[in-house]
């Protein structure tokens, strides 16, 4: 029998362990925020990978944004090096979990099979990818011990809060510079059978309008800074939400409604602060003299960053033409340029392969309507050559009832092994 071949048959032994793994991962509730249980996590995944025959190192993220004594942000990087040199292929997952959130009919950190599907928090998003790649590293690495190259596992925090104590402290110390690292596979849960080339981009503002305080009982002699916040809005359903409907990009954005670019209101606020809810006076009668609106763009492709802001800074200068007295600032909060990996990518070619052989069909390509990890591996690392691949239902992410399928995790271990097989190939 081929050693490809043993390899495929071996993972399919390995069901059970794949399926404790990932519940031993579940069961460690990484909530993020606060940030829990970072370092728990990271001890048991260095003796899981030790076992393995992995060098392996735990880092705090020191001085990146959330790292504390109490909610420290550790991440483990594991590296196992072939007997030949060659290229390095990284799995990348995120050790964090959001809020569990009302509507659960499971305990979300006991990792409860029912049939085919594991449950939990963090099941699809993403402990599973991770379980899953470390069978496929553990079934590459047991039938093919001569391999070249090297295989490196990161488990890191914070994705689910930007990875700036994650991924991206770790770029900035160049562990994922391409003279270290060839290929990088993110397993977040976009389906077994497709590969994830990149995300649109993301810029978050602030709009805030600007009026003068007054009593109430006079609004004539003040200037009502929530009415010109009305009027953006409405400024913005007359021109802007229109135009971006009629954009349509040619980026393979899942699902299709995603295909143009939006903008979402986020927040507003303008006026006197909101009481708590245990206070049981009126409001004082006031002119609001601030507005202050929280907004978040997000762009594809063929839009570039500066497009973007000067659609927004012309809208609010034709509002605040039309408005006598009316004050109105623009603050930029943040930016991600959109990415995508080119499809004739090595990375790209090899899991395109791979998916063949596993399903006799050919992979389809698709792109994230919001960003993950590859956004600091591109920009920060420039490591051009990363996708996302895992199994588990994009949707099911940051659910109640959040599951994966067993058998998809198990599929997924098999395109990730053979991935290995034709990147790591001696020779
Ligand atoms: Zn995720």
Redo the contacts with the bound molecule.
Sequence with gaps: MEPAERMLREIDQLRDSLVELTQELIRIPTLNPPGANYLQICEFLRRRLLQSGFEVELMRAVGAPADSDRYPRYNLLARRKGALPGDCVHFN??TDVVQVGEGWTVDPFAGQVRGERLFGRGAC??KG?LAASIIAVEAFTACCPNFAGAIEVSATAD??SGGFGGVAWLAERGWFSPQRVQHVIIP??LNKDRICLGHRGVWWAEIETKGRIAHGSMPFLGDCAVRHMGAVIAEMEQSLFPALAQTRTGMPVVPPEAKQPSLNINSIHGGEPEQDCDFSGFPAPCVPDRCRMIVDRRFVAEESLAEVRSELSDLLQRVKESRPGMGVELRELFSVLPVLTEKDAPVVRSVGKAIRSVFDKAPDYVVSPGT??QKHIDRIGRLKNCIAYGPGRIDL?HQPDEWIGIGDMLDSAKVMALTLVDLLKPG
Excluded: L, V
């Design positions: 997952s995120h998003d993403m990818g994705e689910e977040e849960p993950y990890d992410a």
